[in-house]
């Protein structure tokens, strides 16, 4: 029990070398991990600032992990001082909170000093993300759009819409339906799956041409992506 408490207050005091030397490990590791999360990175809301973060925020759990060593009541006070902080920024995508983690977890191996840890760990990960954004896995090629268009109430064209659908899409929805011109017009939205992307142009064309067709519009969109 006494050398319990005794070592409550003691740890190991670092070098300039050995600190230096965990830092660097960090940093040149963390830089690895945010590079080929930018390689891989295929979202709309790219920032800056998050790489940066991906790099810095290993660097600081590296310092935190080395200022804390082997005490224990030290690392209690850390904790308890970073538990006043709040993070505010939200992560949408599971796929940046796991290089966040990645990045925490190089910290500690290199402010643990246990740098075969990280090292191994920051090049197995590294060719995981590679190989699963360059391979087709957990991917949808189904080519998914949303095709608008105007067409005058109790319109014959309905019959050879459908018919031009049949043949460019896979499957095809009626999602919505709404009046326009007091009534007399109806646009009409319908959620398309494509045979194969190269039938957009002719879906547009084949829709400006049948008669009594107006304002026909095809917009592709991709369901993985949040704004």
């Known amino acids: 029990m006494g050398d319990f408490v005794t070592t409550l207050g003691t740890s190991e005091v670092l070098s300039i ?39 810095l925020g290993g660097m600081i759990t590296s310092l935190v992990i080395m200022a804390i060593g082997n005490n224990l009541a030290r690392g209690i006070g850390i904790l308890g001082t970073l538990a006043l902080i709040r993070f505010r920024t939200p992560i949408r995508d599971p796929r940046d909170m796991m ?32 190989l699963l954004h360059w391979s087709p896995f957990a991917s949808r090629r189904e080519y998914e759009g949303l095709l ?37 017009v109806i646009e009409h939205s319908y959620q398309v799956r494509l045979l194969d992307p190269s039938y957009q142009k002719d ?20 369901t993985t992506v949040e704004l």
């Open 203 to 222: 879906l547009l064309d084949g829709m400006n041409k049948i008669e009594d067709v107006a304002e026909a519009s095809l917009l592709m969109q991709r």
């Open 148 to 184: 608008r268009f105007m067409l005058p109430v109790d319109s014959p064209a309905e019959s050879k819409i459908k018919e031009l659908l049949r043949t460019c899409c896979s499957a095809f929805q009626l999602i919505a339906i709404r009046e326009s011109v007091q009534g007399d």
């Open 17 to 55: 070398q050995q600190i230096f030397c965990g830092l660097i490990t960090s940093f040149v590791l963390c830089m690895v991990l945010a590079s080929v999360y930018r390689w891989t990175f295929q979202g709309l809301s790219y920032s800056r600032s998050y790489i940066h973060t991906l790099v």
């Open 99 to 130: 290089f966040l983690f990645a990045s925490l977890a190089v910290g500690i191996g290199c402010g643990a000093g246990v740098y075969s840890v990280p090292v191994v760990g920051t090049i197995t990960i590294s060719i995981a993300a590679l």
